[in-house]
């Protein structure tokens, strides 16, 4: 179900989504598990601040100033110094020493204490001691612990109490914060694990698909991962087997074809040369040259690339090496690129056919040819520019349909049966890439041919 909304709306939550959420389905779903996990320790160490803790730390700090209270009180009834220290260190784990409040003036803070730590003891102290002076301050400088120091100024008495911090400040929300953390940073590394194994086993099988749309059978791709992405994997394998053995089929029986129709046409031919000079014996030759060119070029188109394995291949290399066989003849070709080494994974036979045809079109209706590869990210582009009559724009897709040809095209001198541009295509998109038709620079025909890295 998808919320329809205003169409400016629409436009600005689809520009955002795509600029803020990640593309691939690895971080997309490391997503989906992240932020609950976040949200949940937050709201777990929420929970904990407002309950567990804060009413542990108010009642530990009502239990230290009701102590004090009551070790003040004893101090009032007369008890002896050494008796009221020793009940204060065995009963409450208190040291405390008397002064008399003329040996100072007001009572001051001796080290700094930490605000979330003292917090709950404040609000105890000034309930307690509403009329009289205090101070509260934290000993850092003990290796092992680190002591609560407290005074209190009442009725010209100065009490100093100093007891461990732990009396009022407890550390289990540190624990229960580490524990937490360690084991959602556990959880999360369990799940980028197993994530990363079904992720992979999609990228492979994309990758292995890939290269099968580019003629490269990868025959050690083997399914893993979850039940469907298998699933996916065994049923992309046998629709590959599928594949093969239908193009086997294919190849084959128009073998058998070649075959069939090559021995009557050379019968033909045959008996044509043995008859008498006439008019009609040379169009009876011209019309069996002209079948037997049209059967090559269909049997050439359906075979394809045949068997031939893909290689790494440069194509500034091949580029100029097609270039230099054309350069000999009288056609004014450039060849611009720059010097470097652009490989790219193909059949190097195929390819060069493929742009051979192209080049070849372009010297056979222009006298002028300018050729370009250009590296543009991941990709390459062969361009091929001539100043002949060009293609109309309207007949730039039905040219690379089989057996399509031009009216200007149909006579001997050009040639042609209408399958160069068809055998083209099918090649580079084989290869993943895709060729297509422009207005040229030089005032022809441009021809793009965009490949994979």
């Not at 070029?297 to 031939?308: C, K, M, N």
Request: charged share 30%; aromatic share 8%; hydrophobic share 45%.
């Amino acid at each position: 179900m998808h919320l329809r909304l205003p169409q400016k709306l629409e436009d600005k939550v689809t520009f955002w989504r795509r600029r803020l959420l990640p593309r691939t389905l690895f971080f997309r779903t490391m997503l989906l598990i992240f932020i609950p996990l976040i949200v949940v320790q937050i709201v777990s160490v929420v929970v904990f601040f407002d309950g567990s803790w804060s009413r542990m730390g108010r009642r530990l700090s009502e239990n230290l100033v009701d102590e004090m209270n009551m070790i003040i009180a004893l101090k009032e009834d007369g008890m002896p110094l050494e008796k009221i220290q020793d009940l204060a260190q065995k009963g409450f784990q208190i040291r405390v020493h008397f002064y008399d409040a003329a040996q100072g003036n007001d009572v001051k803070h001796r080290f700094a204490a930490n605000p979330m730590v003292i917090a709950y003891l404040k609000e105890a102290m000034e309930h307690a001691f509403t009329e009289d002076k205090w101070s509260i301050s934290v000993d850092e400088s003990q290796d092992n612990n680190s002591d609560l120091i407290i005074f209190v100024e009442k009725e010209n008495v100065i009490y100093e109490f100093v007891c461990a911090k732990k009396k009022i400040f407890s550390t289990s929300i540190f624990m229960f914060v580490v524990w937490m953390v360690a084991t959602s940073i556990l959880l999360f590394l369990v799940s980028v694990m197993f994530l990363r194994i079904q992720v992979r086993a999609i990228a492979d099988l994309a990758r292995t698909a890939e290269n099968f749309g580019k003629g490269i059978d990868d025959d050690g791709f083997k399914p893993y991962g979850s039940s469907e992405v298998r699933k996916a994997g065994y049923a992309f394998i046998k629709m590959k087997e599928r594949i093969w053995r239908q193009i086997m089929e294919r190849t084959q029986m128009l073998a058998g074809i070649s075959h069939d129709l090559r021995t009557p046409l050379t019968r033909m031919k045959l008996a044509t040369t043995m008859m008498e000079n006439s008019p009609d014996k040379k169009d009876f030759l011209a019309d069996i040259d002209e079948m037997e060119k049209m059967l090559n070029g269909y049997l050439a188109f359906v075979r394809g690339e045949g068997d031939e394995t893909a290689v790494l291949v440069d194509l500034n290399k091949l580029v100029g090496e097609i270039v230099g066989r054309f350069a000999s003849q009288r056609i004014k070709i450039k060849y611009f690129s720059k010097d470097e080494t652009i490989e790219i994974c193909a059949k190097e036979q195929a390819l060069r056919r493929a742009i051979t045809n192209i080049v070849a079109n372009a010297g056979r209706y222009g006298k002028k040819i300018e050729v370009r590869v250009e590296k543009i990210g991941r990709k390459v582009r062969v361009i091929v520019d001539d100043n002949g009559p060009g293609i109309p724009k309207d007949k730039r897709e039905a040219v690379f349909r089989a057996f399509y040809r031009l009216d200007n095209s149909r006579n001997k001198e050009t040639g042609g049966i209408g399958l160069g541009l068809a055998i083209t295509k099918d090649i580079i998109t084989a290869h993943g890439g895709h060729i297509q038709l422009e207005d040229g620079s030089l005032g022809g025909l441009r021809v793009i041919i965009e490949l994979p890295l």
